[in-house]
């Protein structure tokens, strides 16, 4: 069974996306603007919008953002909806929405560079970061831009170093890298000293520190939330029976929503037949979709089968929400076992839905072997697929070290359609610095393929290239 990885470096993915971006502070000018203008016809579809928006329906606010738009091209309003509904869309975090969500950044820096989203720099730094997330999923063209915009930070750098150094020496730390704050009134100095003072006694002395994380876990005021957060956090990193039944009361009881859930999150850390069974409730009963997808991580993170088969279970259920659905094929692919390895190619092959059939192509790269190589390479060559699952199928192949570059080449030299041909380019590009014959074939393809924009995507990739054979190819198209 493969090792899994260390709950630290995933609390991120199971519980939560990216804060809500600065420009709020923006869009709270944008609305004092329209107050200054008389009956600004967008005026109520964008403040809908930003309701949706702040309660998480995402869906709904990228419609309403894109209403505004479409009905009320002249409003205070318009600009800035490129960027909004572009944030929305990238919730979901699939390669369709994280596409047509830098197509509206995009679009909104051609039309309305005086928006304040724009002038701010939040929708370009929106931008490049969707696009990185779409170039790690194997997108090329993304990939390049990643690459050219990474260039010419470099190079502003370099010039502002010195100016740089100066201006941020003695500077004040980021409040992002303080404690969150804590309800309105409460005196959140006193709460980070006992945080740190209880930190320090579990350290020390656990058997002395429970007693009193125990009574932290009592209280009810307002003001000791995040004190019992922090509790909930301590008591699971000791794994006993009593802080499973402390853990359990937690996340049953607790008056505030985010310690039971951080109480659920945490139970993914201690043993016993009683938390996998609250757990397993958790998935089949509750209606609260995030303490549901905190349950699927703790029980991803259990070894028993029936752990196992509950989460393969609720990825095929079809009153599951999708996303959930997803996080659920997610974690099955992170235990490497012949049953997950087959329930994933199976379900593969039933869905009729591309982005699930993507996000099984990545759980089946990350287990190698049990026949999941030859099934994906089989994917990249299958022609009832789309060319986007096709392409991605090959990505995650050569990424996973199960396709040569002697194949790779076979390939484009198989293949007909363009868009294949170019993602071979890029997964050749991705192992130039290491694989001299990737750099062959790269060259080749600049010398001698017929079609423009090809020769031209093998270039700009040479163009990135270490190997001295690139750089003196492109001296010879620029001397020719």
Known sequence: MQKLVPVFSIVAAAIGGAAFPASTVASTATIAQAATVARDSG?????????????????????????????????????????????????DGSRTRLRRAVSLLDAQAKEYASASTVKSGEARTLATRLKGQLARGGDADAAADVVERAVRAERAAVRSERDAVRTTRGAPAPDGARWSPGPPGCKNEEDDDRIEALNALMQMNADQAMPILKKVLERRDQCSELLRRKAVFLISQKRTEESADILLKAAKSDPDAETRGQAVFWLSQVSGDKAEEFLLGIIRDSKDEDVQERALFSLSQRKSERAQQALRDFAT????????????????????????AKFLRDAFAKSDNDEVRERILFSLAQMKGMGNDAFILEQAA???????????????????????????????DKNTDSEMREQVIFVLAQRGNKDGSAVDKLLEIAKTEKNADLRKRAIFWLGQSKDPRAAKLLQELIER
């Open 43 to 91: 005026d109520s579809l964008y403040r809908r919008a930003r309701a949706y928006l702040s309660e998480g329906e995402y869906d709904r606010a990228a419609e309403f953002f894109a209403q505004v738009r479409a009905r009320y091209p002249k409003s205070v309003y318009a600009a800035d909806t490129y960027y909004w509904e572009a944030f929305a869309l990238s919730r």
């Open 317 to 340: 259920r079809a009153d599951a929400a999708p996303q959930l659905r997803e996080r659920a094929i997610f974690w099955i692919g992170q235990r490497r076992t012949e049953e997950n």
């Open 382 to 412: 299958n022609p009832k697929l789309s060319i986007d699952l096709r392409k991605q199928a090959l990505f995650w192949a050569s990424q996973q070290g199960m396709v040569s570059t002697a194949q790779l080449a076979s390939i484009y």
